[in-house]
């Protein structure tokens, strides 16, 4: 089983805080499709006819394809790979895009997951990100994806801003479960260099929230999202009984996908392939039949890595059993110390074969990591 990522490299307004690959210039966007469409055929034998069950339109805004765009794309997956009967199909999707023409268009175009952009229910805290959507919208959104009858419905959210007191977040999380959507991602604000809060905080107009801060925002959303009854399944992901992603779950679990799109990255078990993050030279190349991608070949020490940084994020925490027996890495053996400190600490904890984080460990996740890892 495998999974398929299409990255839409397109955005109307850039977010304050956003590095990923986009472009605010739609002008080359039917250039474009058409460009991941030759991709879908040049790299129809890369997963070498494993099952596709889940494919994921990421960006940017994949909100902003048409029905036509959209389908023109499904269609030709359907035709060139082998997909399960009724695979999961996500797209992400900005509030602001989502009337309900649009959410009819993307149900009938077969999509049966919705990834929606809240970030927050705070117009300061929208206006703050320059988010495309104000607060209205985004419940206004929800609210028509459920009477239309998507029945699988993550929201993401982002803690953190500079100057978000725990109570704004408790109102945050208060509004977001109202609408008990089947699945809550929620990220920590993180301060990107290239990013206009990167520059901000260069010049000194933005102090990020300090960590003890920031883990205390972390304590309140596990404790408040575990009482209303999800699930985290990952650190960053909860949701209710059965509505774990199985796309995002199948990157962490080491399961091979295909990316198409600039930026997207494949992999197939043994190597990883990154194509290139620019929007014009991924059309040229492939308007000449070239692959936009270079290869990195993955060493013993950059899979076990791997494992350990994904892995030990989950709800099962890291089979270090399995990771001696694959990849010849005796975790319990080589970290003794760190393992022992953190066991001490009441923030590890062994479980039958895995290595798992405690809830306090999940507040310091990173550091913890970080001691594990080669
Ligand atoms: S956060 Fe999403 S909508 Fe905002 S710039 Fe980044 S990709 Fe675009």
Known sequence: MAGIYIHIPFCKQACHYCDFHFSTNLNTKSDLIDAILKEIELQRN???????????????TPSLLSHKELTSILNLIHKNYSTDSSPEITLEANPDDLSVSKLRELKSAGINRLSIGIQSFNDDILRYFNRAHNAEMASSAIQEAQSLGFQNISIDLIFGAPDQSVEDLKIDLHQTLKYKTQHISIYGLTIEEDTVFGKWEKQNKLTPLNEEIAAAHLEVIMATLAQDGYTQYEISNFCLPGYES????????GKKYLGLGPAAHSYNGKERQFNVAHNIKYIKQLQSNI??????????????????????????????????????????????????????????????DFLRLTPKGKLLADFITEKLII
Do not use: C
Request: net charge negative; proline share 1%; aromatic share 10%.
């Open 46 to 60: 890369y997963l070498e006819g494993e099952i596709i069950e889940t494919i994921y339109f990421g960006g940017g």
């Open 246 to 253: 199985k796309h995002n779950s199948s990157y962490w679990h």
């Open 291 to 352: 692959l936009p991608a270079s290869v990195e070949k993955l060493s013993a020490e950059d899979h076990i890595n791997e494992a350990i940084l994904t892995k030990i994020r989950l709800i099962d925490g890291l089979n270090y059993v399995e990771l001696k027996e694959k990849l010849n890495y005796d975790l319990l053996a080589l970290r003794k110390n760190e393992i022992a400190q953190f066991t001490n600490l009441e923030m590890l904890v062994i479980v039958g």
